[in-house]
């Protein structure tokens, strides 16, 4: 059975999340049961994008993984799209037993057996802002699947007021998963650099209202490779 | 006996390491055993400020702490100056005993008891551009004084390839510590308004070395603090 990738890439470092700054290897699966508004990776997503998804054996992926990295173990991060709506067990399978660790993001929409053979797997639901409404029954399934072998974290986005008040309210329901908060990216067209000050500013208007609030379960972060590269892919 | 304080502030968030964007209050303590050329702290270093420090019991840095916090519980992180120099062990222990966290950064050079209270000891041997030299038996003490109680890391600070190389090397002497890299920050000037892009231009000199040595053991991260503020102190 074959996986439609979008996009293989890395080492670089994840840009974000509780793995932030680490050297990772990049997995990006095309096709996604989303359609975020303000979606960052929509050639991932959308079917228009389709013809430059490749299908590969999961041998096919692992062997340009370990290209990439040298045969030497690092973390891949499996992203997309949605991962999760794919079969990623067999490729875990092969890198695991090279030493590999495995991490994934997905927005909790699809639960999957292989969740319990991740070593990060993060739960990512979509805000208001996005157009999208959480399933919660969807996700208290992946948190079951997960079986909390591997270490588990909520990733939520906040574009504006109404996106914060409901990350609290979502937090809320899961005290117990570490908790981190990003900006949201407004500006998302590869052809423009991006305002370094403006991402900054998102970030600052954040970690006042957390601290404001004394939210202090959540962790504040921006996304690097927004500072780093703009919206560019690949990195 | 009574601690000096340079100052205390909060809650913002940590900008660097481990425990990067987790709301924190910073107690800095005055006086350090080093005086690194490029110190961003030295109004806490340099005992001509020592004028603006403050001498505090115990309890009383505690209940600032407790006011800034609004009696809720997070983490505080204790810096400098270095403030193993002085006995932190009173205040960790009126702070754990109100269910907050504490950490402590030091480069390494002095061991101290309390060590073993904290919940995270970071650990930031200075490279050769520093102008100090590392007492190795001095940083071992370090480690042997936390017991492996706290979750102990390495944070080192890179300003050249002089320092990049060093740092291998030191992380080679401790394979099973977390290690977290960042760039150095030339400009101080509290005055000057920080250059961004020369900052995140540094940052991904240092993602593109350890990438391209296959580096996969480091975490490289930016100081945020640094992002958000430039060098304005008390954030």
């Excluded at 090279?98 to 927005?107: I, K, N, P, S, V």
Aim: with cysteine.
């Amino acid at each position: 059975m074959s996986l439609r990738i979008s996009e293989i890439f890395g080492p670089t470092i994840q840009g974000e999340g509780v793995l932030i700054g680490a050297p990772t290897v990049f997995v990006r699966a095309g096709g996604c049961d989303y359609r975020c508004v303000w979606c960052d990776s929509m050639h991932a997503v959308d079917t228009a994008y389709r013809h430059q998804w490749q299908k590969m054996s999961a041998q096919a992926v692992w062997d340009e993984v370990r290209a990439l990295s040298g045969g030497q173990p690092l973390t891949v991060s499996l992203s997309g799209g949605n991962p999760a709506i794919q079969d990623f067990g067999p490729l875990i399978a092969l890198g695991k037993s090279d030493g590999y660790r495995f991490a994934c993001e997905t927005q909790g929409s699809v639960a999957r057996q292989w969740f319990a053979e991740l070593d990060t797997l993060v739960l990512s639901p979509k805000p208001p802002s996005s157009g999208e409404v959480v399933d919660w029954a969807a996700f208290e399934s992946c948190l079951t699947m997960a079986q909390a072998r591997p270490e588990t974290v909520l990733k939520i986005v906040i574009f504006d007021e109404t996106d914060y008040a409901w990350a609290r309210e979502a937090a809320g329901r899961y005290p117990d998963l570490p908790l981190y908060l990003q900006p949201g990216n407004p500006d998302l067209d590869p052809q423009q650099s991006v305002d370094l000050a403006a991402c900054t500013d998102r970030l600052l208007w954040l970690v006042e209202k957390v601290t404001a609030d004394r939210w202090f379960a959540a962790r504040v972060l921006p996304q690097l490779h927004v500072l780093l590269w703009g919206n560019k892919r690949g990195v």
